[in-house]
């Protein structure tokens, strides 16, 4: 892979990051809202300790200064500091990050793998009732908004079956350590991952369908049937790696969007992660906190499209070419 073709994708990716944390600062302060009127609602504070906390936060400051204040600051790795906690925001945003991760990641391992695998023999069974029911069922999964899949989930399994937890990642009683507090968390994680898996295989078993389906059609498909190779030979070693394209880098770009897509589903669930920091700093209208996990959310996207455009260049040589 050449260096210009990295130095371009890296390029894209730098300037779409430098138009974010513009926009980042500019939505949250047109928002017709008093940040600080919000975060004192329903108290009985003193204009003198109002104005103390506007100059903590350098909201009494001209916009311009605000705005020199936070690119200087966030190049030193600080986000600001929390308007409810008044604790800095990484430290919030880094003690929630790894639930999401392990939701996000494993949830994404699984809906492309079986995703995957569905699409390839429902092109291959083209027709048959295994290709129908297989369509189907993804189609209606994907069609379903991923909060609505997961109360119904909930009311199933958690609710009436009571199969599973019902939220959270330990139960507060639990005096669990060691493996038996990570079966505990496993049992917690199953719902929320089952709910992100269902969600989200049906795109790739679709994409990986129609796609196999157009690779089917090739000429050298048929030219590999007519030397006398097996079926199930020409499927493996000429149809799916071409198939794969589209895929593949289709996974790598949609890691970025579960991540922050995963706010519903987290919030359904109790799941400790960036979702549900993300619906608490929306109710208590914590600015510097949504300003920080807006950052974070974007970043995953901006970064998942740089690896999904690269992979895709190593995949296909006929995109570096043409870009």
């Known amino acids: 892979m050449s260096l210009s073709f990295l130095g ?3 390029g894209a990716a730098l300037a779409t990051l430098i138009f974010v944390i513009a926009f980042n600062f500019v939505l949250f302060r047109i928002i017709p809202a008093d940040p600080v009127a919000a975060m004192l609602r329903g108290r009985n504070v ?42 800095p925001v990484t430290q919030r945003i880094g003690e929630r990050i790894w639930p ?11 809906s492309s793998l079986i995703g995957v695998f569905l699409g390839i023999h429902a092109a291959w069974r083209r027709g048959t009732a295994f290709d129908l029911g297989t369509t189907s069922f993804t189609m209606l999964t994907y069609a379903m908004p991923d909060f609505y899949l997961g109360i119904l989930l909930f009311a199933a399994f958690a609710g009436g079956l009571g199969w599973l937890p019902t939220g959270g990642l330990i139960d507060p009683s639990s005096g669990a350590t060691g493996i038996g507090r990570l079966l505990e968390e496993g049992r917690h994680l199953i719902l929320p991952c089952l709910t992100l898996t269902l969600a989200y295989l049906g795109e790739y078993a679709i994409i990986m369908r129609s796609s196999l389906i157009e690779v089917m059609g090739e000429d050298y498909l048929v030219t590999a049937r007519a030397k006398g190779l097996r079926d199930s030979l020409v499927r493996r070693r000429h149809a799916v790696p071409n198939a794969l394209l589209p895929t593949v880098t289709l996974i790598a770009l949609n890691f970025g969007y579960v991540l922050s897509g995963a706010i519903a589903v987290e919030t359904v669930f109790s799941w400790p992660g960036l979702g549900q920091l993300t619906s608490q700093a929306v109710g208590d209208f914590d600015y510097p906190l949504l300003q920080g996990l807006f950052l974070v959310f974007s970043a995953s996207v901006i970064v998942a499209n740089l690896i999904a455009d690269v992979l895709y260049g190593v995949l296909d040589p006929r995109v570096r070419v043409a870009t």
């Open 8 to 10: 371009r994708r890296l």
């Open 46 to 87: 003193s204009p003198e300790a109002i104005e103390k906390i506007k100059r903590d936060f350098a909201l009494d400051k001209p916009l311009p200064q605000q705005f020199v204040r936070y690119v200087s600051e966030l190049a030193h790795g600080n986000l600001g500091v929390s308007l409810t906690t008044r604790r």
């Open 100 to 110: 999401t991760i392990v939701l996000v990641g494993l949830s994404t391992l699984l």
